[in-house]
């Protein structure tokens, strides 16, 4: 895919590895918009990186996600890239019946609802556009081998990732191309409380993936998996592909 001249909209864009793709999106001639809860976040993006476009929304409100597409559509007609970025982690300790469960973040609404939705407002939409358009989710190598102290997390990114091929196989005929980001730990604020953050184990720093993710995209490379995570991607099956291939054949 071109790398340069779209119109991109990041969710979770103020932070981590939404900034980090923001950055190197724009740096590559892009214009870039993005969305997160915390206007005090996209108003430090703002700073950072002055030709960014935000916009206050919670992915996991349907209220916003309808305006998100809505305002993104009247005022951005040449948007041709959703990245499915946003997301929340948190550990879950089930032998404390629902209380890990009810306090704080809602995974499966953030990391799986909102990217499946805001997949569904675009898609019909990119559908009719004259370029090349793309959706590119963020799973996580912790989809592939789960992390068992943040169950719901894991099985978010699994399910994000099992949607993600599906989503590409239904579209593979069509100008919509899916990708998948797969990061490994990457040096965040997400997961403050994860196993690797206790044991001081930081992650690669956000720059060091995006500028992978962007070279793997200008490739066509669809499954981008990045440092450890190659590793995790690499306990699924060789009979997969033939499998998977023989159960859609019809
Ligand atoms: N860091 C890692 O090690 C790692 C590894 C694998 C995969 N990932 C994935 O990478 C993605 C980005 O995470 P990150 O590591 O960059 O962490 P991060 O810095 O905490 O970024 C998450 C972003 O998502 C936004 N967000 C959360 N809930 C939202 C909501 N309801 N509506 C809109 N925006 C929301 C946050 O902004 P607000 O709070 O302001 O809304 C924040 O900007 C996530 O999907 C994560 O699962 C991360």
Same mark, same amino acid.
């Given at each position: 895919? %071109?790398?340069?001249?779209?119109?991109?909209?990041?969710? +979770?864009?103020?932070?981590?590895?939404?900034?980090?793709?923001?950055?190197?999106?724009?740096?590559?001639?892009?214009? #870039?918009?993005? /969305?997160?809860?915390?206007?005090?976040?996209?108003? !430090?993006?703002?700073?950072?990186?002055? *030709?960014?476009?935000?916009?206050? /929304?919670?992915?996991?409100?349907?209220?916003?996600?309808?305006?998100?597409?809505?305002?993104?559509?009247?005022? @951005?007609?040449?948007? %041709?890239?959703?990245?499915? %970025?946003?997301?929340?982690?948190?550990? #879950?300790?089930?032998?404390?019946?629902?209380?890990?469960?009810?306090?704080?973040?809602?995974?499966? !609404?953030?990391?799986?609802?909102?990217?499946?939705?805001?997949?569904?407002?675009?898609?019909?939409?990119?559908?009719?556009?004259?370029?090349?358009?793309?959706?590119? %989710?963020? *799973?996580? +190598?912790?989809?592939?081998?789960?992390?068992?102290?943040?169950? #719901? @997390? /894991?099985?978010?990114?699994?399910?994000?990732?099992?949607?993600?091929? *599906?989503?590409? =196989?239904?579209?593979?005929?069509?100008?919509?191309?899916?990708?998948?980001? #797969?990061?490994?730990?990457?040096?965040?604020?997400?997961?403050?409380?994860?196993?690797?953050? !206790?044991?001081? =184990?930081?992650?690669?720093?956000?720059?060091?993936?995006?500028?992978?993710?962007?070279?793997?995209?200008?490739?066509?490379? =669809?499954?981008?998996?990045?440092?450890?995570?190659?590793?995790?991607?690499?306990?699924?099956?060789? +009979?997969?592909? !033939?499998?998977?291939?023989?159960?859609?054949?019809?």
């Amino acid at each position: 895919m %071109n790398i340069k001249g779209n119109t991109i909209l990041i969710t +979770g864009g103020a932070t981590g590895i939404g900034f980090a793709l923001a950055a190197v999106f724009l740096q590559a001639g892009n214009q #870039v918009i993005i /969305c997160g809860r915390r206007e005090a976040k996209l108003k !430090e993006a703002t700073a950072k990186l002055p *030709s960014i476009i935000t916009k206050v /929304c919670d992915v996991t409100k349907e209220k916003d996600r309808a305006e998100l597409f809505h305002w993104v559509k009247e005022n @951005y007609p040449d948007l %041709n890239v959703l990245i499915n %970025n946003a997301g929340v982690q948190k550990m #879950v300790d089930l032998k404390k019946g629902r209380t890990d469960l009810l306090e704080g973040e809602n995974e499966i !609404e953030t990391n799986l609802i909102a990217p499946v939705r805001l997949s569904a407002y675009f898609i019909p939409w990119f559908l009719q556009q004259k370029k090349e358009t793309a959706i590119i %989710n963020v *799973s996580s +190598g912790l989809g592939f081998v789960p992390i068992a102290v943040m169950p #719901v @997390y /894991c099985a978010t990114k699994a399910a994000l990732h099992s949607f993600t091929i *599906s989503l590409r =196989y239904q579209l593979k005929d069509t100008s919509v191309k899916v990708f998948e980001i #797969v990061p490994p730990a990457v040096e965040t604020d997400l997961g403050k409380t994860s196993p690797d953050e !206790e044991s001081g =184990y930081k992650g690669i720093p956000p720059s060091e993936l995006a500028e992978a993710v962007i070279k793997a995209i200008s490739k066509n490379q =669809y499954e981008i998996a990045v440092g450890e995570a190659k590793g995790l991607v690499a306990t699924v099956g060789p +009979g997969f592909k !033939e499998t998977f291939e023989n159960m859609n054949r019809w």
